[in-house]
Each structure stands twice: as C-alpha cells, then as structure tokens.
C-alpha cells in the first residue's frame, strides 16, 4: 500500500533540488519582538530606506508593552544576511530586538515523522510535488515497519525506530538520523509517540505537530472517542509547536467540521482527516514563510 | 438603557397571543424511542395509514441497538392527542415505545432568566417578535435589579430576584414564579449563576443555557479569559440542556468564529456574542418544533 | 408587532447621546492612499515620532503600486484635526496622499432606511443600545405605512416615504428628511427599493446596503427563490457599498450558510436573515472604525 | 514531477483489487423516486420486512407531490439483485416508482480525466490508496503530454488523448477508451476542456466535474481572476453532475474559504485547491454510496 508513498518521497526530492534556483535573492523578510517604545517603526523603515530597500509588507502587533512586526522587503544591493545583521546591530542593542532574518521564497529542508495514519504525510508530500509548499523533505522516520521495506527502495531516506525497546532508545536513534540531516524544522505526521523534555531539546529545532481534537478539549490518543462521548457538534484538528507538556504547546491553526448524531465514530475519523491536513499544511506553510512568532504560549500568525 | 428590552417584551405579548389562531390543527410530529427490531417503521407507518394519515416528514436513528424516530403527519380527521395516544397504546407496548406527541405549528410558552447581559435575550425577543421563533414568553427573570424598575411598567412579567440571601431562597422565590406560569420550557439567556439539582427537579421542564464557550472547554464563567490564553484560533458558544453538574449537559448545537492574535478579550467577547444568539436561538427552535431527543447525554437534532 | 421597534429607536437615542463623552479625544487613525514610492512608511512614521505620537496599529497593502496604510497613535498633545492636516501638509504634497483622518472612538451618526422586513433594523437597533456599536441612529426612513403610525410617538424621527408617487417624488423626500439631519453615513437595512444616480450623488455619503445573496450571484429582488431553483449548498449574503448600478458596488462582507435539499425557500429566508444581520453589522463597524477604503471596486478592509 | 502520480495510480489498482472481498454482501441500500402517496413507506417497508430485512438506515424528502427515500437494510438470506427486482416490481407498478438499487459496501470502478493541476487526482489517489474512498480507478486519460510517458510505464491505464485534432476527433478517442473499460461513473478532476453534447449521451453514465468557483458565480475557465477583480470575500469551488450546459449541472457540494484583501489571485488559486479537492471527494463519495438523486436541475444528497 505504500509504494505510492514511495514514489511520492523519491519524486519530492528530485523536484526540491531543482527548485532552489528559483528563488528570489534579492527578497527578505524579518521578524522582531522588542519591548515597546516609542520610534521603533520609525528607526526600523528609516534603516531599510537608508539601505535603499523597498517595502512590500508589514504587519505589526502590541500586546503587554511588547512590539512585534514582520517586514518583507526588496533590495537590489547583493547585501548578505550576514552584512545585514552587522549592519542592525546598532538598532538591536537600542530596541533590545530579537531579530529572526530570512531570504524570502527560500526553500525549507523539513523532516517528517508518521505512524500508520497516512493522510497528513501524502498531503504534505503531494504539496511538495506539485509546488504547493516550498519544502525539502530530507528523511521520513516511522515507528511502523510496513512502511520501512517499501521505502528504503527509493531515493528519500526512510527509517525506521521502533518504539518497543523503550523511549530513550527510539529517541536515541531518532536523534541520530536527525544529527546526520540538516533540516530547519520537523512536522510530526500523525505521529503517535510522545516525545521527552530532553528529545525537544536535543532537537534543537522547532517541531510542529497535528493532533486531531479540537484543543484544549480531548488531549491524548483517542480525542475522536471521547468527542464522540460528550457529543460535541463539530470535531476540530489542531496545529501546534511541541512543547514538553503533551498537547499543551502554543497553537498555531484550528479548524472545525460539522457533524451530526448519525455520524459514527468511523465517520468522525474519516471527516477529521480532512480538518487535519489543513491545519498541518497551513502550520508549515507559515512556519516556512517565517510568520510565526510564540509569545507566552501563543502565536502571532502574520498574514 | 432598557426601555428598549421593556418594549419588546411587551410587545411579543401581544403579538403571541394573536398568533396561536394560525396553528395548523392537524398537522402532528411525534418523537419516539425503543429498542431496535424488526419491523417498527413497518408497524409504525401501518398504524398511521390506517388513521387516514400521510407522512410529510420521517427520520430515524439507530444506535446502540436502539431505534430513534422522528415522524410528521397530516390528517384530515379531527383526532384529539388524548384519542391519539390511546390507540397507539397497543404499538406502544408491544415495542417499549417511549413518545413525545405535539401538534406541528403549536406556539410554545417559554420562560426566560437573564444576569447583565442582554443580547441573547433581545435576540430571541426580536425573533419572537417577527414571527421567527413560534413562541411566547412568559415572563423574565433577572439577578439584575436595573432591570426591574423598567419591565415592571410593561405587560410581560418581570421578577427581579437577587442572590444575596443565598442560593436556596433565590431558587425558592424563582420556583414560585414558575409556578404561576405553564410553561413549556425555560431559557438561560446568559444567566451567570448556577442552578442546584433540587431546582432542576423542582423546574419539573426541559431548561436550555448558552454556554460562552466552544465546550468541553472554558468550563466555568470566564471562558473567554480562558481562550485568550491558551491562545485557541476559533472561539465558540455552546447551547445545551441543563444538567445537574455544571456545563455537562447533552449539547444541542455549538458554532465558532475564526479569531486572531491581534483580537483582544473584548474582541472576543464581542465576536463571541454573535456565536451565543446563534446556537441559544437554535436550540429553542429546535425544541420547540419537537426535534430533539437525548441519549446518554448526547442529542439526536432531526432536521 | 413594532411596539419594539419604536421603543428600540427611542432607547438608542438616549444611550448615544450620552455615550459621547467616553470618547478617547487623544487617539486618532489615518488611512492614506498614495502611488508607491520608497520612504512613505518611513517619512510617516517620522512625521508621527515628531509629533510625541506613540504608534498602536499600523496596517499597510501594496497593489498595483499603490500603497495603502491605516496607522492608528496617541498623543498627549492636544492637537486638533485641523492643526493635524495643516501640519502633514508637506507630506500630502510629496507623496500626494489621500488622507482620512479620525478621532478614534468618536461615535458616528447614522441614517437607516428599511422596508417591511425589521430582522436588520432590530439587530442594528440593539447593539447601538447595548453598547456594541458605537453610533447614534438619527431618523429611520420607511416605504411602509404601518411602521409610521407606532414610530411618531416616539424620541427617534421616523419619517413615512412612499414609493408610488414615482421614484423622483420618493428620493426627493428622503433627501429633504437626510439634509434636516447630520449623518456620518446611510445603512440600507433591507430596502427593498433602488436607488438613482441623482439620489446617490445627492447624498453626498457613503451608503451601506445588505443584499440577500452572495454576490455577484442573484442580483435582484428574489435571490432566495434563485438560489432555490439554482439547487446551491449554500445560501449567502452580502454587505456592500451602493453604487449607481444594482448589486455592484464595492463589496464589504459576506458570510454563507450550509443548505440542504430538505429546506425550501421559507426555510432558506429564515436561514439567510442570520447572515444577513451578520454582515450588515460588520460593514457599519468596520466604516464607523475608518478600516475601509475602496480601491477598483474592492475593499480593502484592515483588522 | 509525475512519477508520484504514476506510482500512486499503480498501486490504487493493486489496492481496490484486494479490496473487493471485504464487501458486505448481505447490505444492500435502494433509492427510490414516484409520485407521492399514502402508503408507500408502509408497503416499502412491509414488503422488505417479508423479506426478513432490517432497516438500518431510512431518509425520506418529498417535494412538489414527489416522494424520495433511501432505504439501506441488512439481510441473511443470498437474495441476488435480479431477484429482488422480480420481487418488487408489484410495488414499482403501483407506485411507478424509480428504483436504484445497490449493494453496500461494494466497490465502484472510475474513470477519471485530468489537465495539468494534479491537486485532485492525487487527492482521489490517495483517499484510494489508504481506503479512504472504495473505488477502483481503471484509467486515467489527460490532454496534457507531459503526463502520458510517465504514467505509461504503470499498471494503471493512461491516455494521453490531445485536443488539438478538434473537439469531434478528441472526444471519439475518449469514447473509445471509455468503452474498453467498465466504469461505474467518471471524475473530471480539474479536466480544462468543455465536453459536447452527443459525448456526454456516448458516455452513458455520470460524469462528476469540480469548478473552481461558487457556482452560479464565474462560470468558465478564470473564475478567480473574475472572483478577484470582483472583490468577493470568499471563494469557492463546486462539484456537479455535467450536464450540456457549461457548469449548469444539478450542483452536488458547495465549499468556500475565507479571503483577504492582500490575497492575490495566486493566493486564490492555491486556496483554492483546498475547496476543489473537498467537493470533488465529496461528490464521489456520495455518489458510489448511492445517496444522490437528481431532481430538476437540483440534488438530494442523504446523509
């Protein structure tokens, strides 16, 4: 059944590789959190223009005495990143900015995680294929072997980590292939393992998972049953970062879908497969456009 | 600021009164519930046809091996519901039928409670008003004494009844004016304190309460705090029956409304507004027309 | 049946002309509309820092280099609109800016027009009197009779203009009533009659109508019963500036709700009036809050 | 870029060919359509309650004088299909009733054409592949070249069939494909060329398109350039029977997504894509469980 899958990951790679070429050098996009204060704005567009930048987007947002804004913008001068975040120094130290800076249209590398549920990992493999999502999926890990044999065939690598020898173990390794690939962040694909404190910060990159309830209601594994149970009328999928309190990260997207007292347990499965890729789909697109930023456990979601 | 709530509650008086003339006699629905077996619908639908009935309207449910129905009929006979029951009774025992029988298009008597909050309750004025809701209300009942100086001058009932001398005379004092009131059923119109079991027995009537959140979650009275920090992306009302624990009653219809990071808590509040009206007047029409049934703390809502 | 009504229109009128005075007097918006040019954000913002202004919310869209930007400040400073304008007058020139200057939280006074359905009137009416919007409504004008008789007995000016002695005859009416009275803007809720090119430029206002369907499909009187013959899954409506040509205008809002084969065009009424109110709503809000502008025929409609 | 496609059109077959042995033969649904009449429901279900079936499922709609219902009941005895149609036909002739009858559970085999957007081809793949719909897909035919070398290596059947021999001469070799292959009904996944008239009556079985707007709305090849230089504030996409009139057919499922000012229409159109893969699923699904009639231009879609 997975040959499909197969064919899907070898083909994602062939087509990320030649992508890169396409993007746009000359366009970036940053990110800045800062306490408040008067003239932020100012002396920000006043550093772009002094660069001869263009502006093309900005979004801003205050909350708590805090600043937050994201500013994409055109530059004709081949100034590297580097340059650029020598040059902002004197307005870093001023504002106290946290600064995240990124080549916009830039390619991302993502690894994926999956259990035997699949939808979420061919949706995130077919949007990369058709150039949907601007990704690299590097390797795929799964703690289910059915998946393995079929993978190991073609060109993007495939591992997988059982989970029976214990956690420390199955982290261990995960970690291993993880060090030997460098990806920008990880997507968990309906992964169905919880992961420890010390695996998040051993990852040391962002890791965006699904989980198919509508949070904060049903955290753990059969959020469709106990949905079912109290008889809500819509089920919802959530996107979230991990963090190590299980389903308890800052949410980035949820959506819901009607249901009816004659949908079964079965049924409710079957629609919220459709909430979840959307929301996955949608955490990875904007993690990947750089416009998301957690604050106090919650995001900020730039248009 | 509501000599506006004053008027309409008068008016809807007048208004109802005139309008039960218009009921449609011999148009019926009628709910019924027992163990599922072969041939209910068969002996169901015989049984009608036999009383020179045609069938407008027919839904079914099963579940658990048990069997739902909802059935709408017109005769041309001037069959009384007393007459009615009696000669199912023979259908009624040999399947453990448990019925609600209700002429279609009968107007409904409701009694309404409100705390400081007043756009469920206009909302469901306005609709009685312009024929949207088919029903009349009977009285108001409010903890808000600002109310009462101005619907008193008016012609529908109005009870101020504080909380301050504690839940048990509050409860009593509301009970008495139930009392001198046939109503059909009761709505919560955001009415802010909870209800004990001795009065929910006492009501002795199906009591329906909007819930200012997307529940199982926010529980409670501050759902809106509550969503802002775990930082959800949809915020949701939630209408259900009344049941003895707090927010744990068979839901009847919830709705949501996409929020953003930039919306504050009283953005929420306000956006959330328009979600309560929704499913508070959703909820009231449903019941009213007969549609409801609840099973293991779960509604069956025919359409 | 508009008992209500009147004393609806009568309550708003006391609310709002108190409600005047919590307005925030040091806190203005701008929306500016200029052709794109590096440096706006950056002299703005400039121009704003000079003046000790403190910047809470700054929106900005770029298209078809045109840029476009809604910046909201404090000042401590008691600067009057007029000083204001005299002062950015340099930067109009330079950038040659279209400027719409606003006190925010300054309430805004509105016209309304409706015909024989209230549901629009009704919702609009409850929440200037519950605080929800922030306007005072001024006069009501009405193509039916029997709205007049009840609405003269009361404190809000309600004015009786008939359709049959010719649309030239009518809209003269209407314009003498709109001269005797200051209005910020016209809410067509539900009005059911179309408006000339004369009328139109006459008003010299912005004029928001609600049309029952979702835009651009089922322009017309009987959207409902198109809809129905069409056999859409959803019914939609539509909140829109009025334009001389029926149905076209810049459109604000729209909002649809799931149909099924089981309701029929009575039902699909009752349905579209949720929306209805919903987006009507939505339009005065977002006009009273200065977040509209019109570009091409489209909205622009910032958070 | 297609080498996913082929190998996810490869495996569907293996997939649906193993398939077809879970099927529940003794589960069987009927949808029937006459003109309404006293009784029908109590013969319906007395005649198969003399079969010794049980009813597990029973929707019924009636409009203009015509009656509906879906039946969908379990059986133990081998009763074939013909039989069963001898043995109802008595009923047939008294109530003229139009029978569909089907067994349940059973897998259905599709035909499907695709241009050059794959988002519902792989979507539909996919839902096959992981059981999420049960069909068969028995060809593939595209007008795009492209397509064809990649997918003729595989197991499951592809066509490159161009267009540019003319409308008569292109639709003669779909018609030949189609009749080497016994389809229970074709998918126009995003297929760009309009079909004529004596095709569709070649054909001989239904034909489901998806169309990338909110039908009526943008009928043809750009509705989100026309929803966009509309301003509309939400698009959608539609899933119809075809009929001979472009995207005039009885509509079977509506979605819409929410847009912004700042979405271009290449924002749209990847948005898009969401609603299109959702309707077209939809309708397919609906479609093989025998749940739509078609009645004057409209559906009835059971749950």
Redesign the interface.
């Known amino acids: 059944?997975?040959?499909?899958l197969?064919?899907?990951v070898?083909?994602?790679k062939?087509?990320v590789e030649n992508k890169l070429i396409f993007c746009d050098m000359n366009t970036f996009n940053m990110i800045i959190a800062c306490p408040d204060k008067?003239?932020i704005?100012?002396d920000i567009?006043?550093f772009?223009?002094s660069l001869?930048?263009?502006?093309?987007?900005?979004?801003?947002?205050?909350?708590d005495s805090m600043f937050f804004m994201r500013i994409k913008w055109q530059m004709n001068s081949s100034l590297s990143k580097d340059d650029f975040l020598q040059k902002i120094q004197g307005l870093q130290q001023k504002f106290n900015l946290t600064i995240k800076l990124d080549n916009s249209g830039a390619s991302k590398k993502l690894g994926l995680f999956c259990s035997k549920e699949?939808?979420c990992l061919?949706?995130v493999?077919?949007k990369a294929?058709?150039n949907?999502l601007n990704i690299s999926i590097e390797y795929v890990i799964s703690n289910h072997k059915n998946v393995q044999s079929l993978v190991e065939k073609f060109n993007i690598p495939f591992f997988y980590i059982p989970t029976k020898k214990g956690s420390f173990q199955h982290e261990s390794e995960c970690l291993k292939v993880m060090n030997n690939y460098q990806t920008d962040f990880i997507g968990l694909a309906r992964y169905m393992k919880i992961l420890s404190g010390d695996f998040l910060q051993n990852a040391q990159q962002k890791i965006i998972n699904v989980h198919h309830s509508?949070?904060?209601?049903?955290i753990g594994a059969n959020p469709y049953e106990e949905a079912y149970?109290?008889?809500?009328?819509?089920i919802?999928a959530t996107s979230h970062y991990v963090t190590e309190e299980l389903d308890q990260g800052?949410?980035?997207?949820?959506?819901?879908r009607?249901i009816?007292?004659?949908h079964?347990i079965k049924n409710l499965k079957?629609m919220g497969?459709?909430s979840e890729k959307?929301v996955f789909a949608f955490a990875i697109r904007k993690h990947l456009e750089n416009k998301l930023i957690v604050y106090?456990?919650?995001?900020?979601?730039f248009?």
Not at 214 to 218: A, D, G, K, R
Request: charged content about 25%; overall charge negative.
């Open positions: 059944m997975n040959l499909a197969v064919a899907l070898k083909n994602i062939n087509v008067k003239g704005i100012y567009t006043s772009l223009f001869g930048a263009n502006i093309i987007e900005l979004e801003q947002h205050i909350e699949l939808h061919i949706d493999l077919g294929a058709t949907e509508f949070l904060p209601s049903f149970e109290r008889g809500v009328k819509l919802g800052p949410i980035i997207e949820q959506v819901v009607r009816k007292h004659s079964n079957l497969k459709e959307e106090k456990n919650r995001t900020i979601v248009e």
